[in-house]
């Protein structure tokens, strides 16, 4: 019997700066210009598709964004070669079925953080950081399969929350300090630090 309706989806992956992440990527959007982070299995409810994957014994934390997913393993598991051939099976049959990726209520419920969003309680040092965070950090760190989200701003220091392949990547302090906190110091001379903080 040949299935119609549902479109046919094509998952690749890509290596992510952090050997122990990896990055999917679907030709179908799945959390558009969104994303959201699930550290642990204990965080997974808001995402019917998290939850699945933290089902795998590999799996560690699960980041889902526009059109990709990025699975950080556990350390006792040896090598990609060996998993990346089951999730991308078991990530092309759940899409294709049209299950559903993230359910926006639970995420509300969860009352996350805004993020990079400006909002109108936000000076005008904050909305600049958040636009600096979105137009210029959030698509160089997406293609490496991560996130860098906003977490507060205080006396000179921006907070931020390291999100995907960027959490817990050895390269992640050199992406913070020589590339965001230079820049944010050029555009936003009110910022004297930039610091990550775990989630």
Known sequence: MIKTGNPVISIYTEMTPNPETMKFVANKL???GKSIDFADESTAKPSPLAQELFSFPFIKSVFIASNFITLTKTAETEDWQDIVPT????????????????????????????????????DDVVKRIKELL???????????????QFKSYENGVVN??????????PSSTI???AGIEGMMKRMIPEVKEVVAEAE
Do not use: H, W
């Open 134 to 148: 979105e137009n210029y950090v959030k698509p160089a760190v997406e293609m490496d399969g991560g996130a860098i």
């Open 87 to 122: 999730i991308r099976q078991f990530l092309k049959e759940y899409l294709e079925e049209g299950k559903p990726v993230v359910n926006e209520e639970e995420v509300e419920a969860m009352k996350q953080p805004s993020g990079n969003t400006p909002t109108a309680d936000d």
């Open 30 to 32: 799945l959390y558009p």
């Open 160 to 169: 931020l929350t390291m999100q995907g392949s960027c959490s817990g990547c």
């Open 175 to 177: 992406t913070l300090k």
